[in-house]
Nanobody
């Protein structure tokens, strides 16, 4: 069974940094792309950043220049480096993956989330 497990969340002061990790485990054929989403209390889940298997990245306007998504393919791990954090970045961060467990069998998987709190 494919699982996505996030880690690295926590409490940080404004202006600080955190690095989130997402490990994909289980039997998979390929990963098409990985993404990070977030959901703040009372708000809808929103896209933060994505990275394709070819390394193409996209970012929400609100995090451009502050967040970086990158992957270690050998470790099936995707990271989100978050710098210059703001209180508005406070949310539960979820990892997402479009993958194939076997050829021609696309799936979407989500992690359970990791809390990021930016506060002084």
């Amino acid at each position: 069974q494919v699982q996505l497990v996030e880690s690295g969340g926590g409490l940080v002061q404004p202006g600080g940094s955190l690095r989130l990790s997402c490990v994909v485990s289980g039997s998979i054929f390929s990963i098409n792309d990985m993404g990070w989403y977030r959901q703040a209390p009372g708000k809808q889940r929103e896209l933060v950043a994505t990275i394709t298997s070819g390394g193409t990245t996209t970012y929400a306007d609100s995090v451009k220049g502050r967040f970086t998504i990158f992957s270690d393919i050998a470790k099936n791990t995707t990271y989100l480096q978050m710098n210059s954090l703001k209180p508005d970045d406070t949310a539960v961060y979820y990892c997402n993956s479009h993958l194939q467990v076997r050829p021609g069998s696309p799936k979407v998987r989500w992690g359970r989330g990791t809390q990021v709190t930016v506060s002084s």
